[in-house]
């Protein structure tokens, strides 16, 4: 399992899915400094990357439950992987909207979603939670239920663990914020001052601010 998430790391590092900067951080919508950006939709236009992240997401969902009933994604980056998964195991699809439709049904849940399903709702990154738990509630609301949310890189944030335990579902990622430092530091992406940084990041993102340059 270790091997497995160090490749996709690799895939995220190779298809500059993650961008890694600790001098000049970039700002998140929520305000936050963070010395590293990651956004995995890229690593859909590589074929290759993007059907071992798919074998990869099917193998852990069979590995952890055997069989579910259906697949379910959060709008919006948790669709197109949910969809190739839901391919994979030859299961139904549905996906969670951030908010009802303004129109017609004014559905949270596109797709059939039947009560008494078991699904895996897949999302592609998590970081504070907020979203994965609000479509996962969601799904409980509907009357499903929600084996665990799955996703291919978590930056692992005390926050979000929290939130997850306190809500009562469990979460499953191909890859973490230590995978991707590993990896990252063995191919020369970062150093070991960059990592030492990005760890003092990763426990209290909320007021880190950037190490100001030696003289």
């Not at 998140?28 to 963070?34: E, F, I, P, T």
């Not at 798919?54 to 949910?82: E, K, M, N």
């Not at 996906?95 to 008494?116: F, I, M, N, Q, W």
């Amino acid at each position: 399992m270790k091997e497995n998430a160090l490749a996709v790391a690799k895939i995220l590092l190779e298809t500059k899915a993650v961008k890694f900067s600790p001098s000049q951080p970039f700002r998140w919508a929520s305000g936050w400094l963070s010395p590293i950006y990651c956004d995995n939709r890229v690593t859909l236009s590589y074929p290759k990357y993007r059907t071992f992240i798919r074998q990869q997401l099917a193998d852990r969902i069979t590995a952890s439950f055997g069989r579910c009933d259906l697949i379910t994604g959060v709008a919006t980056a948790g669709i197109p992987q949910g969809v190739l998964v839901a391919e994979q195991l030859g299961l139904p699809f549905a996906y969670v909207r951030a908010k009802a439709k303004d129109h017609g049904t004014r559905s949270l849940v596109e797709g059939r979603a039947e009560p008494g399903s078991r699904t895996v709702l897949i999302e592609d990154l998590i970081s504070t939670g907020q979203s994965s738990l609000q479509a996962a509630e969601t799904l409980r609301n509907e009357g499903l239920d929600v084996l665990c949310v799955m996703s291919v890189f978590t930056y692992g944030f005390p926050l979000a663990d929290q939130r997850f335990e306190e809500a009562g579902f469990r979460s499953i990622s191909l890859c973490t914020y230590t995978d991707l430092l590993e990896a990252a530091l063995a191919q020369g992406y970062l150093t070991a001052d960059d990592i030492s940084s990005l760890e003092a990041w990763r426990s209290q993102p909320e007021s880190w601010t950037p190490s100001s340059p030696t003289s």
